[in-house]
Every structure is written in structure tokens, then in C-alpha cells.
């Protein structure tokens, strides 16, 4: 932190906390965007003065004294004037005079990063994942781009990612905000009003889009395919070193080329990590939605029925407790509170008000229920020949070595067209014969050939089965 205050100055986030804070903001503001039409972030002094005069002349502030002011300022060009030299002061700022004497007010880099980033605060602005990811994708699949691979393709993409990714952590967070917003204490028609302000800026933009149009899965695929692309292509990663070198002012072509690649490996992170994130925020969505109908509609009991009754009990209780410091559950408490737990009115007695209730039905013993779980020799037998015919019967590997074994028996190779197909059976087991002898941990190796056999309904490739020499 020590390195930020080199570059701005000790004084530099003054006027962010200054009494006046407020006007240093919306003067900051109207510099900014009077170089909208400039070549630079700088334009003539007498201009942002006039400007920032007709601000003042419509400002409800009458007299503004600063912390060094030893009388208040009424005039609002001299107003103007004081604040661009407190600026300047505190390094939001620059003087530049031209060859013909002129003065120009040059905003540095810095400060326009920092009025950038607090314009987009107050704005409130919000992210278009739309463009994020199709810049990302369109990046990654020019091929034409690939001829300076690092400054126009990788170091752009992963500027992009981190935006990206930074906006749905702050969506993500954004719907946490609203879930302890209607937890605290307010009332039914405000927390429908959150709700509908909730549904507008996040629930039918945000969250929205990026369940439908701005679904990054759908380009994932492609995106995470070309950055391995560039880790297992050794001269592309070479030249792709090489623009690192070059753009980072980096001489070391191993250190380069380990942070290249711990580039391409962090965006590769950001998106896998994409489905975990997006978990979460319907996670929480649905937990805004739930727990703001579910709160709403616990306020908006009828006061007659028992759940409101119960409610206004203990809204009037927790109003007692808050108003008197000493006041306990064990306390005796107003009459008025008193007739709220009326909860069941009985409006007159009868003889039928205390007849017993009939029991219907008697309850009786239960009859013990006891069967032998012995089995015969003769049962256990047939149920251990059972299972072991299911298990010769399984397409386990074992099985399977077992049945091409038999078949190579005394031969160097067997073409799967000979093994017997006349069930849905014996096509499973030619399916696995298959799978399995492409694994090098297999007994035989199977190898595909150009035929198709066409037998009892079925059709496949034909491939030869060998035994593997290991």
C-alpha cells in the first residue's frame, strides 16, 4: 500500500471525506466529462471555470468555507476557482501551459481510473455478460489473431474473464445484500417494495440473462479447447512466450513462460469454477424469493384469525420490552395486552361444551408374527447355484477375458464376424470384447477393420482379435 500513496500523494482521498465532499465529487464529475470531446484528458482552464461557475450558480449551497478559508466564499467564480486549486492541491490535477501561455487542466492517469470507477459506483451500473463472453470467444476462435498470440489474444481474454467473473461475483453478492435486507426490521409494504426493486434490477436482468442469452456454458467448451490448444502446441506457446517477453518487459524465458501458463491455467479455473458459481446464486435466489413471500406474508396476516393474532402478540410483546428496559416474560403485563389471547372465543355454554369425547375404536393386542428364516440344504443349494450362474453370466472383465481366451485357444488371431450372434446377447458381449481390448491392462487387443457385418438384424464393424505380447 505503501507504492499507491507514491503515486497519488498522502493527500489524495481528502476531498472523498471532507465536509464537502459531496461538490468535490460532482466537480470531479464535470471535469471528467468535459473531456469527452477532447483529445486528452485535458481541456483550457477557462473553460472547466466557466463550467464549473454555471454548477455553482445553480448549487443550493450559498457559502462554501473551506478548511483554510479564514471567510466563507459567496461568489461562484471564485467558488470554481478555490476548488480547482484545492484539487490540484490534493493531486486529482495538473497545470500544463501551452506554448501561447494558455492553461491547461490535465486529469493523470490514476485520477481517471478512480473518477471512472466511482462514476460506475453511483451509477450503478450493470455488467453486459453478453459482450464479456462473445469478445472472449470471438478472441479465442480468430484464427488470424494468432500470429501475436499474447497481446491479442491471451492477454485480452483474461483481462475480459477476470471482468467477467468479477460481475457475477458481484451478482452473487448483490442477492446476499437483499436476503439481509428483509430480515431486518420493516414493514409488509416495504418489503414488497424490495421485492419488486429486487425483481427489477437483478431477477429480470441479471439473473435472468445469464440463465438464458448470457449462459458462458455454452461457450466454455470452445474457449477452455483453444486454451489447451496453446499449453500443447509447442511453438505456438513459444511465440506466445515471446509476446510475454515482449509486452511485460520480461528477459527470463522460463519465468515467462511459467507465468503464461499460469495464465492460461487461471482462466481456465475461472470458467470450470462457472457452474459453482452460478449454484450458489440460484441458491440464494430462490432463498430471496422465498424468504421475502414468507415474511411478507406473515405481516400481512388477518389480525382475526390465530397466526395474526399470535403475530400482533408478539410484535405488541417485543414493543413493551423495547420501551421498558426492566420489563420481563414473568411480568404482569396491561389488560389491553391481556385480551389479545382471546384466541379461541366461546360465545356461551351448553351441556354439549364439556361432553367427553367418545373413543371410536379399541385398541387390541397385537398378535405375534413369527415366521422361520431357515433355509433347506436343498433351497440354500439352488440359490447358491443362482447366483453363480448370474455371475458367470455378468460382462465383467474377467468374463470376458475368460470367454476370448477360449476362443484364441491354439490360434494367433479371431475376427469378431466368427463369434456366434444370434441374440441381442451376443452383441452386448462383442460391444465389451471391444471396449476391453483397447485397455492396455487387457490379456487380447482388438483391431478395426474396414468391413461391416450385417447378421441377424444386427450391424457392426468388424474387427481382429489378438492376443497381446506384454
Known sequence: MELLFQIVGENFFKPLISQFKSVYLDCLFLIYDSYRTELSYGTDREVLVSKLTDYFDKSEVSEIRLED??????????????????????????????????????????????????????????????????????????????????????????????????????????????????TAEKTSEEIIQDFFKYHEEIGSKAYHRIKTSDNVSRFRGVIIGRLQSIQNDAELLKRTVAGYQNIENESDFMAAEEQVLSIIADIIDHFRSYDDIIKEIDKKHSKYLRNAMERAKFLLMNSNNIEGKISTILQMMAEVFDREENAGLAE???????????????????????????????????????????????????????????????????????????????????????????????????????????????????????????????????????????
Not at 69 to 87: H, M, P, V, W, Y
Not at 97 to 111: K, L, S
Open 69 to 182: 478559508d479564514a471567510e466563507g466564499i459567496k461568489d461562484s467564480r471564485e467558488k470554481a476557482q478555490r476548488f480547482l486549486r484545492k484539487l490540484k492541491e490534493f493531486g486529482w490535477i495538473e497545470y500544463e501551459t501551452e506554448n501561447d501561455q494558455t492553461v491547461r487542466i490535465v486529469m493523470p492517469g490514476y485520477a481517471v481510473t478512480m473518477v471512472q470507477t466511482l462514476k460506475n459506483i453511483s451509477q450503478n451500473g450493470e455488467m453486459e455478460y453478453q459482450s464479456e463472453i462473445s469478445a472472449i470467444y470471438s478472441l479465442m476462435t480468430n484464427e488470424e489473431l494468432l500470429n501475436r498470440p499474447y497481446p491479442q489474444v491471451l492477454k485480452p481474454v483474461y483481462d475480459r474473464t477476470l471482468s467477467l467473473f468479477t460481475g457475477l461475483k458481484q451478482l452473487n453478492t448483490g442477492i446476499k445484500k437483499y436476503i439481509e435486507e428483509i
Open 332 to 470: 404482569d403485563v396491561d389488560e389491553d395486552v391481556c385480551k389479545i389471547f382471546n384466541i379461541f372465543p366461546q360465545g356461551f355454554l351448553s351441556g354439549e361444551s364439556l361432553k367427553t369425547i367418545p373413543i371410536s375404536k379399541r385398541m387390541s393386542d397385537i398378535e405375534e408374527v413369527y415366521h422361520s428364516l431357515e433355509f433347506s440344504d436343498e433351497e440354500r443349494e439352488q440359490r447358491r447355484l443362482a447366483v453363480s450362474e448370474k455371475n458367470r453370466n455378468r460382462f465383467t472383465r474377467k468374463n470376458i477375458e475368460r470367454f476370448v481366451k477360449e476362443l484364441l485357444n491354439g490360434r494367433e488371431c479371431v475376427m469378431a464376424s466368427e463369434i456366434e450372434l444370434a441374440s441381442r446377447r451376443d452383441m452386448i458381449r462383442l460391444i465389451f470384447i471391444s471396449l476391453y481390448g483397447r485397455e492396455s491392462r487387457s490379456g487380447y487387443r482388438t483391431e478395426p477393420t474396414e468391413s461391416v457385418i450385417h447378421s441377424h438384424g444386427f450391424c457392426f464393424r468388424d474387427y481382429k482379435i489378438t492376443r497381446r505380447i506384454k
